[in-house]
Each structure stands twice: as C-alpha cells, then as structure tokens.
C-alpha cells in the first residue's frame, strides 16, 4: 500500500513537472484593437494557459492608440493573470480608435466593469525593449512568437544592437532564443483571380520585407485563405459565455460586427498551430521562402532547407479547427489556477 502510495506520489510529480517542462513560452505580439480576431485569440492564449500547454510571457502591440494597452491589461485580468507585461509601439501603423478597446474604460457607479491597472501609455514599456528582456530571460531555442499584426516590432527587433539588456544584437538574440515563429501573414492561394495583399503585410511592407528576409528561425504562416476559411460560429459568441454576466469576449466581438456574422478567424490559427504544432489542424506546405514584394504580395518559392512554410487546411481540417477554436476561445477562466 504504501510503496504504491509513494509511486502514485512520483507519478503525479512527474506529470505535474512534464506538463510544466511542455508548455509552449508565447509572446504574442498583436495589433489588437482593429479586428477582433486578437481578442479571440489572445483568450484562447489563456485557455492553453489554463491546460498547462502554453505559458504567455508577454504581449507586444503594433496598433499605436492608448486604448489598447489598458484593453489588453483588462482581458489578462479577467482571466486571472494582471500582471503579463505589455509592450507598446510608438510608430503604429494605425493609430486610430477602435471599435470595441473602449469596452473596458466602462465604469459603473465610478468602478471599472473590466478591472485593471495599466491606464497611462507611458506606464508600460517600449515593445522592442520588453522582446529582448523577455528573450534574454528565457532558455536557449524556447521562445515561440506569434505574430498576428504588422511586422513592425519583430523587424525593428532584428535591427537592435547589443544593449544594457545583452550584448548580443536582436538578430543574434532572435537565433539563440527563439524556436520559431508562428504568424498570421501573406496569401499563399488564389481565391479567384484575384491576387490578395493581405492587410498585416499591406499596412508596414518594409517590416514584413525586412522579417521575411532577415529573421533567423523557421516562420510558419497563417495567409489570409486559411481564417477566411474557417469562421467563428456566431452561436458559440450568442451561447458559449454565459457564465458570466459580463464578457469582455463576447461584448469585443459584437461591438466590432455583431453576430449573425460570422468572422473569419485567422489570428486564432497561428495561435493553434503554435501551442499544438503536432496535433494535425492543418498540414504545411514544403520547405521555401517567402517574398514580400513591393506592393505587399507574398510570392512562396519551393527551396530545399527554407525557414519558411506555410499552412493548409482542408475541407475537414476546417470542420475540425472551428469546433477547437470556439471551444477554447469560450472556455471559463480559471482564476484559481497558478498564473
Ligand atoms: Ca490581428
């Protein structure tokens, strides 16, 4: 009995210690506040949390509106984890208002609905800083970025020199730290005739230029044919939450466009292909290079040894996929759970 007990013990020790050891180091560098296709996302980000199968280091932005911090600091609240460092960009690409950030600046009787300590911009620090301090701290090969906005911080990132921080540039950082990156990027399939210059490239083609040809690991895309594809059931935002009175989830996404739409969730798959690379959502197309050019179209070139693939879902990959991203974008949080 008792030599079983203490095997029990050991078994559940190494669970509890395999599991931790598993868990994918996330940066997810977003552009949070134009579609709302991040906010799904980054919940879904908490959700793997929850599973011991992710484990969310830090947010970077590359929208540049004093909304989205504090936005993002509300979401991370509400599903228990307030204190993931947030990054801002100065040079944002779109510095407009969003349509649905201002849900968490809502107060009832002078109390914030979605509490949250970052208000101010200038509390938080610069993207490009916290990527090489969070790089830094971090083991050999380890880090995963998902990369769902414009390429902005990544290839500013790439262009730093050694610092306070570490001596080593961004570039020889990148190498060292980063397993590979995993981002919602490109068009890799015609859908008619038409050639689509996807939006996160469109809107910062030099960064997305610069990263295509520079960054040191493996880049997985997401292109625009793969989320336009697979779309966000409209019943899971009208259904799925109600476990709590208020959602910043469900409330993002009407605010943004209101169901019976149905949005196309491409951020949401770079983010399932990154914390569950080997589970066969989508299958990767060989070995290349990617090519930004000019105007933002993205021209995939077959070479033997290239860092860059791109992913593929067919029509069951899409059934799949929709059934296991409403799932964990709708799960509860788990505000007991270890941050
Ligand atoms: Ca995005």
């Known amino acids: 009995m008792r030599i079983t007990s203490i095997g029990l013990l050991l078994s559940s020790l190494a669970f509890a210690s395999h599991g931790f050891a598993d868990a994918v180091k996330i940066i997810f560098d977003t552009d949070m506040g134009n579609d709302v296709d991040d906010a799904l996302a980054l919940a879904m980000l908490h959700s793997l949390q929850n599973r011991g199968e992710s484990e969310l280091l830090a947010v970077t ?12 600091d509300a979401i991370n609240t509400f599903y228990g984890r307030p204190d993931i460092p947030i990054g801002v960009t ?9 349509r649905f950030t201002g849900l968490t600046q809502e107060t009832v009787n002078g109390e914030l ?17 916290l990527l090489r301090e969070v790089l830094v701290s971090q083991p050999d090969g380890s880090v995963v970025i998902v990369q769902v906005g414009f390429s902005t911080n990544l290839a500013r990132l790439l262009q730093t020199g050694g610092d306070r921080i570490s001596s080593l540039s961004g570039r020889e950082l990148v190498a060292q730290k980063v397993k590979h990156i995993s981002i919602m990027a490109g068009a890799f399939e015609r859908i008619g005739d038409n050639i689509h210059l996807e939006f996160n490239v469109a809107r910062d083609i030099p960064a997305a230029q610069r990263l295509a040809d520079d960054w040191p690991t493996p ?46 969730t491409w951020d949401l798959t770079s983010v399932l292909w990154a914390v569950r690379p080997d589970r066969d959502y989508f299958q990767l197309s060989p070995e290349g290079r ?10 995939f070139r077959e070479e033997e040894g290239g860092l860059h693939r791109y992913l593929i879902a067919s029509e069951l990959d899409v059934v799949r996929a929709q059934e296991v991203l409403a799932a964990l974008v709708s799960e509860p949080p788990n505000t007991s759970a270890k941050p």
């Open 90 to 98: 100065d040079s944002g690409v779109t510095p407009e208002v969003s």
């Open 219 to 264: 880049v997985i895309w997401s292109g625009f044919e793969v989320g336009l594809a697979i779309r966000y059931p409209a019943a899971s935002i009208e259904h799925d939450f109600a476990y709590s009175t208020r959602h910043p989830i469900p409330e993002s996404y009407q605010l943004y466009i209101p169901t019976p739409h149905e949005r196309p």
């Open 61 to 72: 932005l590359t929208k540049d509106h004093q909304q989205v911090a504090p936005y993002i």
């Open 290 to 299: 990617v090519q930004v050019e000019e105007d933002g179209e993205t021209v």
């Open 113 to 129: 609905v979605f509490p949250h300590d970052l208000n101010e911009v200038d509390q938080a620090p610069s993207a490009v800083e």
